[in-house]
């Protein structure tokens, strides 16, 4: 590949970023925009495909997001500890306004190429994928949803909040990260459909950067560890926190978005994968 130098760049920048969210302090705060922005110039210069700006542009989208979000220098300070107490009340926009700000730009920049991608590249085997995919996506919310409704149903004493509250608030919560993993999926089967398999392997990992968010999502509405945490597959305590080591899902979180947009984008700035002609009302 004529421009590997700058993917390999940009994977080394995505390790170092990792790596700060793994110890909680960041090893070089801007790391992950480096990244992106190698992976814009990457896109620029390849010149593939066409239209030439999709690529550039959602990769404009990230890079913004990534800007936004950079963290601040250390400033030396301990781990601090949240504790909640019965009565606690339930703030019900928090999950959905920390859902949006994790996964807008992503969804935003899948959302772009699909509507770019999205003519001639629907083909059965790869739909039908998706399709499978975004069920177990959409089952595990609901599991989820359902799960914290009937522990909060058992545990009123935890809280001033309605019941009511609590649901809408959980249920809010799983609409961004949810609206992520089904565009990313859908634009992997219509990547796949175009012969870009390697694209559409980033779009599927895109997907499952959302589930991750899902639970980060729910955990932002301070709700009691019994409440749902039976269900609870890929929350902060999944991988054991230690002091040296006090982020590992949040960095596993961090790395797998990171492959993903370096393999979608190495997929899509690469020559495709010949698709095999498919008879004129067979799809």
């Not at 499978?132 to 809280?159: K, T």
């Not at 269900?231 to 961090?254: D, E, G, K, N, R």
Request: glycine share 8%; with cysteine.
């Amino acid at each position: 590949m004529p421009f590997a130098p700058l993917l390999m760049t940009a994977a080394a920048c995505a390790a170092v970023h990792a790596a700060g969210v793994l110890v909680a302090r960041p090893v070089w705060r801007y790391a992950e925009v480096l990244s992106i922005g190698l992976l814009l110039v990457h896109a620029v210069r390849s010149g593939r495909p066409v239209p030439r700006w999709a690529v550039p542009a959602a990769l404009a989208v990230l890079l913004v997001d990534a800007v936004r979000t950079m963290p601040a220098e250390p400033d030396g300070e301990g781990h601090e500890w949240k504790v909640l107490r019965p009565g606690s009340g339930i703030d019900v926009p928090s999950g959905f306004e920390f859902g949006v700000s994790v996964s807008w730009a992503s969804s935003a920049a899948a959302a772009l190429l699909l509507v770019v991608w999205r003519a001639g590249g629907w083909r059965r085997r790869p739909v039908a994928a998706a399709s499978a995919a975004a069920a177990l996506v959409v089952g595990y919310a609901v599991v989820r949803v359902v799960d914290i409704w009937l522990a909060v149903r058992s545990e009123r004493w935890w809280y001033v909040s309605d019941v009511g509250d609590v649901s809408t608030g959980v249920t809010l919560s799983v609409l961004p990260p949810l609206a992520l993993a089904l565009t990313a999926l859908a634009l992997a089967a219509v990547l796949a459909g175009h012969g870009r398999r390697l694209a559409a392997i980033g779009a599927a990992l895109l997907a499952v950067v959302a589930l991750p968010h899902l639970d980060a999502s729910i955990g932002a509405l301070s709700l009691p560890l019994s409440a749902g945490d039976r269900t609870a597959l890929f929350t902060w305590h999944v991988i054991t926190p230690t002091l040296s080591m006090p982020q590992p899902v949040a960095a596993l979180t961090a790395a797998v978005e990171l492959v993903a947009l370096l393999v979608l984008v190495a997929g899509l700035t690469g020559s495709p994968r010949a698709v095999r002609a498919v008879p004129a009302g067979r799809s």
